[in-house]
């Protein structure tokens, strides 16, 4: 496959449109101070550098090649683009990993990770309630749903604490959420919001 244009392939296979519509029920908190953007690394596709080169030739200066994997570029932290309120100068043009933060792409196939920054610990927390409110219309024993629901609680409260310690960590724990539960989660999302 050519570099150009690869972000949009990558898009479709971690089902960007999908975590896009889950994203849209959220809002990075003020207190966030775009964590993200001014510690980690931002990994981007040719096509993506490109654009970003031509958007800002002085800001993209930091975009380098990524030496452990020739196909793609890297911007060490803290990203140029971010403007003086630290927010994101391109949000519109934005890499697609950032466009998917809290999410994170891994090499599984069949999920995608998700990290429990204060968004994503939120989304964890909807995610496990939606879990609970499907098991409890499971046709299970009332033992087996109370089992499967203290577990559930039980991976919240781990991840809050990951969440407590989020600015601190330099590695975090990421729930594995399948990509066929991401569309569910998605009209989960949707339909209670629109109760609302």
């Known amino acids: 496959m050519e570099n150009v244009g690869i972000s949009a392939a990558v898009k479709k296979a971690v089902r960007y449109d999908i975590v896009q519509s889950i994203l849209r029920h959220y809002e990075c908190p003020p207190t966030c101070q775009a964590h993200c953007c001014s510690k980690g690394q931002i990994h981007m596709f040719e096509d993506e550098m490109k654009v970003l080169s031509s958007l800002d030739p002085a800001r993209a200066g930091k975009i380098t090649g990524d030496t452990n994997s020739p196909s793609l570029y890297l911007m060490q932290a803290p990203c140029s683009f971010l403007n003086d309120s630290g927010r994101c100068h391109v949000y519109e043009r934005r890499p697609t990993v950032c466009g998917l933060y809290p999410f994170k792409v891994n090499t599984s196939g069949i999920s995608i990770g998700l990290q429990p920054c204060p968004v994503g610990f939120l989304i964890i927390r909807d995610f496990a309630l939606w879990m609970m409110d499907t098991i409890s219309k499971a046709d299970l024993s009332e033992e087996a749903r109370s089992r499967m629901a203290d577990d559930w609680q039980k991976d919240v409260e781990s991840y ?37």
Not at 168 to 191: N, R, T
């Open 160 to 196: 809050a604490l990951e969440l407590s310690g989020f600015h601190i960590k330099p590695v975090l724990m990421e729930m594995q959420i399948p990509y066929d539960d991401l569309e569910m989660l998605s009209m989960f999302l949707g339909s209670r919001n629109h109760g609302k």
